[in-house]
């Protein structure tokens, strides 16, 4: 059974900065795309950045030059580097995992990172 545990989300104040931290159990992590969704108050989730097995990343326009997502497979973990936070990176934070060979995906509970003065 994966297991996605999410850690690091906190308050900061606009301009600071956080690392999340995504920990997979249950999976062959070093085949797994995994990306970083984020869920603001009353609205969809959307993808903010992933990263392959091969290390692609793609990112969300509206974070790009300010986050930066990374993988560790030797502790089967990724994480997201929130620089320069903004008051409407506020949301709910949740990690995700798609396998690359077959049609199976998993979500973290989430982390809520707040920006707020």
């Known amino acids: 059974q994966v297991r996605l545990v999410e850690s690091g989300g906190g308050l900061v104040q606009p301009g600071g900065s956080l690392r999340l931290s995504c920990t997979a159990s249950?999976?062959?992590?070093?085949?797994?795309?995994m990306g970083w969704y984020r869920q603001p108050p009353g609205k969809e989730r959307e993808l903010v950045a992933l990263?392959?097995?091969?290390?692609?990343?793609n990112y969300a326009d509206s974070v790009k030059g300010r986050f930066t997502i990374s993988r560790d497979n030797a502790k089967n973990t990724v994480y997201l580097q929130m620089n320069s936070l903004k008051p409407e990176d506020t949301a709910v934070y949740i990690c995700?995992?798609?396998?690359?060979?077959?049609?199976?995906?998993?979500w973290g509970q989430g982390t809520q990172v707040t920006i707020s003065s």
């Open positions: 249950g999976s062959r992590f070093v085949i797994r795309t």
């Open positions: 990263i392959t097995s091969g290390n692609n990343t």
């Open positions: 995700h995992q798609r396998s690359e060979r077959i049609q199976i995906e998993y």
